[in-house]
């Protein structure tokens, strides 16, 4: 019986480590998508208008970030989840979700500042 029990052990191991670096490679796409709309906002927020359309692209950057906060903070909770899953499982990945997520709240903070 032990041989049967170490087999089935082996290969609930293995599943485990197989499922783990497709969820590994899942999370560094999502956090890398997460990261680049997160440097799109922070990029077109910075413009010095200088004419009515650089202005009103600045504004329609405010608007966007604020209609999106809810679709953003699911995003961030969906990587929190995998980060922890990934962790428990003993699965090493670069956790940037903590600094992503700290610098889209300063991003949307700051543009409630500017609209109020």
């Known amino acids: 019986m032990a041989p049967l029990q170490e087999a089935i052990c082996k290969h609930s191991r293995d599943w485990v480590v197989k499922?783990?670096?497709y969820l590994a490679a899942s999370t560094k796409e999502l956090n890398s998508d997460f990261d680049r709309l997160v440097s799109d906002f922070e990029t077109d927020l910075h413009i010095l208008p200088r004419?009515?359309?650089e202005l009103k692209k600045v504004?329609?950057?405010?608007q966007m970030i604020q209609s999106s906060t809810i679709d953003m903070e699911g995003r961030y909770r969906d990587l929190i989840k995998r980060y922890m899953v990934l962790e428990h499982y003993s699965i090493e990945v670069n956790n940037c979700a903590n600094t992503l997520i700290k610098l889209y709240f300063k991003l949307y903070f700051k543009n409630a500042d500017i609209v109020c």
């Open 19 to 21: 499922l783990g670096e």
């Open 51 to 53: 004419s009515v359309d």
């Open 59 to 62: 504004f329609q950057t405010v």
